[in-house]
């Protein structure tokens, strides 16, 4: 884990503002999340915190948890991660087993806040890795609704196709990361799968 050590520092020294009136979504994943430099614009109903980090597995967003999020005291967690354990070659079970960590993360320095977990896209670069991509999400979606009524599984593959393939012009030229298309289509499906429904209180 040791190559996120220079972001996770810089994470960790971002000032921490006190809680205005809004409610705090921190937003935790891989760059995915990290390069939505339009999160604050796309939801301005809440303070948005971006604490994702470049290349993260899911397994490191489990390992440097305590060291990022608690002190933040979010009132609302969105999660994506899972596409970069995929693409180094874990199996979808380990996959799960972090989901579960994570959850138990959550619960534990956070409590049953409202949780966004943003299915695995998938991806031009990782065609590849359809199949894989696809049953990792199902048991993690089995999982959410089997044990966890706090936690909304955000399903972005249909929408992120065109004629039932995968939409190009959603990611960028890598067949990788998504392109200002691709956030529009997560930021309306978070609010349409998530944020329109979201409970929570202070």
Known sequence: MYW?????KQLESKLIQPKGDKLRVVFYGSS?????????????QYEVVNLAFGGSTLAACCWYFKRVIPLWKPDIFVLYAGDNDLGDGRHPEEVFLNFTNI????????GHIPVAFISVKQSIARLNLYNTISFTNKIIREEIELKYPFCTYVD??????????INKALLETDGLHLSSKGYKVWRKELNKQFFDNCNTKR
């Open 156 to 165: 972005i593959i249909e929408a992120m196709k065109l004629g039932g393939a």
């Open 32 to 44: 995915s999340i990290r390069l939505w430099s339009t999160l604050e614009v796309d939801f301005p």
């Open 103 to 110: 959850m138990a993360l959550i619960e534990e320095h956070c």
């Open 4 to 8: 996120y050590e220079e972001e996770i």
